[in-house]
């Protein structure tokens, strides 16, 4: 018989949320990831939870780039969010959950009142970093990627409102990585390619968690130019995806070689937010 070391329960479906309307339980919970926690506790694990879903989704329905059953929005769910446990360093090491992002919380960037509506399985870089990246739809169509970090919530990208140099996102349709304070994202793009870029959340020029200005970093696009004559058709990655300065993609190419690569290095673009230029 084997047996495992000893359990700590985090969070279960008799968990009370935070409710404006009325107290509310968890009905599903996945995607745990341990992150670094705040001052005067010793454990935190972020992790999507909700009062589970329903069919409002019709099955092969597209959203954005992707099948909804695909992407990297949980489209469906009642009250979704992405929460942080925290264990106290006190005697009693009583657990504390809050919502870094459900139907309370208001979007950064987002419009006046709106609130998030669906979200993704949150991305973190283990307990080296208290950084959660996630990607966010609101209430009012606010498609992003966003990271909350020691209690600020920002706004990373934006779906059709961060533009310069012809780049303009449209779609966000895996969970983001994390590596210490820089974000990797996948992102479809106006023209209908699609790209791996990355942030690095102290870049942010002026600090502003509504609208901050970013250097962004294009890890690899559908148009960059490969050792021979072969060209990119398809693009993809996942979470843990970025360590240091290199990051793990996997491609579809045009001479038929389907891989999983590795990509060392980044060009810089400067990236601003489209109603800041």
């Not at 106290?88 to 208001?106: E, M, N």
């Amino acid at each position: 018989m084997l047996t495992g070391g000893q359990t700590q329960l985090v969070a279960s479906t008799a968990t009370v949320l935070p409710d404006p309307k009325g107290p509310d339980t968890f009905g599903c919970l996945e995607d745990p990831q341990l992150v670094r926690p705040q001052d005067g506790f010793s454990t935190a694990v972020a992790f999507f939870g909700s009062d589970c879903g329903h069919s409002i989704e019709a099955k092969g329905r597209m959203f954005r780039t992707r099948h909804s059953q695909s992407h990297a929005l949980k489209v469906g769910q009642i009250h979704a969010g992405i929460w942080l446990a925290q264990r106290a360093v006190s005697a009693s090491g009583a657990w504390s959950i809050l919502p870094l992002a459900d139907k309370t919380i208001p979007v950064p960037g987002g419009t006046t009142g709106e609130t998030f509506f669906a979200l993704s399985a949150p991305g973190t870089a283990g307990a080296s970093s208290s950084v959660v990246g996630f990607i966010g739809l609101g209430n009012n169509g606010t498609l992003g990627v966003f990271a909350w970090s020691d209690g600020k919530l920002q706004v990373v990208a934006i779906a059709k409102r961060d533009g310069s140099c012809g780049l303009l996102f449209s779609d966000f349709p895996e969970p983001p990585s994390v590596h210490g304070s820089r974000i990797l994202f996948l992102a479809g793009l106006s023209d209908g390619s699609s790209g791996v870029f990355a942030v690095d959340l102290s870049s942010s020029e002026d600090g502003s968690w509504q609208l901050p200005r970013f250097t962004y970093q294009a890890i690899i696009t559908e148009d960059t130019k490969l050792d021979g004559d072969a060209t990119i058709d398809y693009l993809g990655f996942g979470r843990d995806a970025i360590y240091g300065d290199t990051s793990a993609v996997y491609m579809v190419l045009s001479n038929g070689t389907y891989g999983v690569f590795l990509v060392h290095g980044a060009a810089p673009i400067t990236h601003r937010h489209k109603d800041d230029m």
